[in-house]
């Protein structure tokens, strides 16, 4: 089975900001048979020819952000097919907003995207926002950190992918983070979102088919995580 | 800018602060300066300056290139206005005018060299205007505070005067681009025979051409990005260097190449950082106007500040702390690339967490995903101690870098971890640490130093 899985990971060259590749690493080392692709900005993605198992994007600058919306929209379609089939979309930081509707600068001119979920972003570049995180995904806690100069708005009530029980969503009044359709998962969460997150790991490698799902040091892994998790919540800002 | 009665006022209660501070043996480098902009937010603008006035920025070395100028300007007479005592934002240059100024505003030096935070741009650069702005590097930084460089970049770029001299580092290929319509001068280290083809780094903040922004081909890098790129796409290169320099380290030289002729320098330093951060204040120096003789004679006194690093020994243990700026991958990076070339057996004491820079928000710990870990992978460094509440993650991170578990303790209490060495057959025990862990590193190495006496 696992030498059918390909995982793609999208303009690793500058998609990268926070350890944000770390992401894919993990998975290298949880799923050593598996085949890893990078597709640079001006190749074609291999999810246009292929049906990958997973795409990963990480953050990126704003001009960046700029660059990958053109990058991909002529695969709009291709990507709403694969969504709908249920490959997994793992989009960690602002790579999500490229999935959104438009993203809007202070001086309200407007990028437009993908235009695959309902809400849309707008930039605050002297107001950055930094946070963490914590909710509840099905029957598994998730936690992370934020650091973003934008927010989401608009209706995700729908399509939310968890909800937040300290800290925000997609937006400081917002208690629903992130993007999800099927297997599409969009957060704000910046950095190894899988290594902070380990059970959501397992998670997406049964989604992937993997029966028996065994994670690369496990009890390392999942000490850190009971050990972070509790610090979450518990947590008391000191003024 | 015209003197207000409100800039009077501000210059005044500024001034007293200033006093107060002094009389109170506090280091008065920012309140009083920022009492002075919080009265009138324009201080900077109206206040005399020097007639002449340098500012050096940059991810990192700023510090350390500032200290080499303001030392070998001093050695050779000048009476340099500066804001070494601290602050390096624009409340802290506020400080430094204020407190060299006459009760009218009217300043007492003639020369300036400011210490400028990055971030701070916007707020000094328009107001002050200098005559040469230097900037030693861009890197990823704090993510909290620095997002990324493209934004760093812009900020820095945005703000300069059109008319300030720019004084760059040819081998970055981000910095090297700020403000591209200024007249520019550059400096750079030749290939060395150290240099490689590949990236050994996890980060490289410039692997995209910042013209077309397809990938750039590297004809040798030296660390991170730095080094000499090209573009295959638009033919993009990094620029001709006017201050061409080239190190070696056994003869402790530093040969310099410019405008023809070739000039000589003791090399004060053993680190490839250090040494970008004495072309830097070589080529500060000479645009400055100083002679190659005058520089040559002074360097020989400066001292590069030790701070960062101490070293004790007894028998023969040698232990070493090491600041290793955490939050910033690319300072740990290099703590850990220059650990993995010290010889010898060797057991390492990670004292990374930030106990104090946590309060609104449990510690962050994705940095540590874009340094270099892996450097510490090494046959002989026998046991690496992880500290502090963050310890698990630590030692997750040692495995993912390859370290076999049987190496790597885990060890909650800082003030501990020195019990757990081994000292089999150790001949350096390294405590890198945090900013905030100076003190617990440095009893932690008189510790081990007392226990084997």
């Excluded at chain 1, 969009?186 to 029966?211: A, H, R, W």
């Amino acid at each position: 089975m696992e030498n059918n899985i390909i995982i793609e990971t999208l303009y690793p060259e500058f998609a990268n900001l926070f350890g944000d590749l770390m992401n894919t690493g993990y998975l290298k080392k949880c799923i050593p048979d598996a085949v890893f692709a990078d597709t640079h900005l001006f190749e074609e993605p291999a999810f246009v020819s292929q049906d990958v198992s997973m795409v990963f994007m990480g953050a990126m600058s704003e001009k960046q952000q700029e660059l990958v919306v053109s990058a991909l929209m002529p695969h709009k379609d291709r990507i709403t097919e694969l969504i709908d089939k249920g490959c997994i979309f793992l989009m960690t930081g602002n790579a999500m907003e490229i999935f959104g509707q438009y993203i809007e600068n202070e001086d309200k001119s407007r990028i437009e995207c993908l235009g695959l979920f309902d809400t849309y972003a707008k930039r605050y570049m002297f107001n950055r926002h930094n946070s963490y995180i914590l909710g509840n995904f099905e029957d598994m806690k998730l936690l992370g950190f934020k650091s973003q100069f934008s927010h989401s708005y608009g209706n995700n009530t729908d399509c939310y992918f968890y909800k937040v029980t300290k800290g925000c969503g997609i937006n400081p009044a917002s208690d629903l983070e992130g993007i999800r359709r099927n297997n599409f998962y969009g957060t704000y969460t910046i950095g190894p979102f899988l290594i902070s997150n380990p059970l959501f790991v397992k998670y997406l490698m049964s989604v992937m088919g993997i029966e028996h799902p065994k994670l690369a040091f496990e009890d390392t892994i999942m000490s850190a995580y009971n050990s972070r998790l509790k610090q979450f919540e518990t947590f008391k800002p000191s003024h | 800018m015209k003197k207000t009665l409100r800039f009077r006022f501000a210059l005044l209660i500024g001034k007293a602060a200033y006093r107060m501070g002094k009389l109170l043996k506090m280091n008065a480098s920012h309140f009083p300066g920022r009492l002075a902009i919080n009265i009138c937010p324009d201080f900077l603008g109206r206040i005399d300056k020097p007639e002449k006035i340098v500012c050096v920025t940059g991810t990192n070395g700023k510090t350390t290139a500032c200290n080499m100028i303001l030392d070998v300007l001093k050695d050779c007479g000048y009476d340099v206005l500066n804001n070494r005592a601290g602050s390096n934002l624009n409340a802290g240059i506020a400080t430094a005018l204020l407190s060299n100024s006459t009760i009218g505003g009217k300043v007492r030096k003639k020369l300036a060299l400011f210490e400028v935070d990055e971030r701070s741009s916007k707020l000094i650069y328009p107001f002050i205007h200098p005559d040469f702005a230097v900037c030693t590097n861009l890197f990823r930084d704090s993510l909290q505070r620095n997002a990324h460089t493209e934004y760093i970049f812009n900020l820095i770029s945005d703000h300069i005067p059109k008319d300030t001299h720019m004084i760059l580092n040819a081998d970055d290929a981000i910095s090297a681009g700020l403000a591209p319509s200024n007249d520019r001068t550059y400096f750079s280290i030749a290939r060395m025979d150290t240099d490689h083809e590949e990236d050994l780094n996890i980060i490289n903040d410039a692997r995209i051409c910042p013209n077309c922004y397809h990938l750039l081909k590297y004809d040798y890098l030296r660390y991170h990005h730095i080094g000499h790129a090209t573009c295959p796409n638009c033919g993009f290169t990094s620029p001709e260097s006017d201050y061409s320099t080239l190190p070696d380290f056994s003869a402790k030289t530093l040969t310099v190449t410019h405008d023809g002729n070739t000039e000589v320098y003791p090399l004060i330093t053993d680190s490839i950082f250090n040494t970008y951060n004495q072309i830097t204040a070589i080529a500060v120096l000479r645009e400055l106007g100083l002679s190659p003789d005058e520089i040559q004679k002074s360097f020989g006194m400066v001292n590069v500040l030790e701070s960062r690093y101490s070293s004790a020994k007894a028998g023969n243990l040698e232990v070493i702390t090491h600041l290793s700026k955490g939050f910033n991958p690319i300072a740990c990076s290099c703590v850990f690339e220059f650990v993995s070339k010290q010889e010898g057996n060797k057991e390492v004491i990670l004292m990374l967490g930030d106990i104090y820079g946590h309060s609104h928000s449990p510690e962050i710990v994705t940095w540590m995903y874009d340094a270099d870990f892996e450097y510490l992978n090494q046959t002989d460094i026998s046991h690496l101690i992880v500290c502090g509440e963050r310890c698990e993650d630590y030692k997750l991170r040692l495995l993912l870098a390859g370290v076999p578990e049987e190496k790597i303790s885990c060890v909650p209490d800082e003030k501990a971890a020195h019990e757990h060495l081994w000292l089999d057959k150790t001949e350096k025990v390294f405590i890198l640490h945090q900013v905030y862990a100076t003190s617990a590193a440095k009893i932690a190495r008189d510790k081990i130093i007392e226990s084997l006496h």
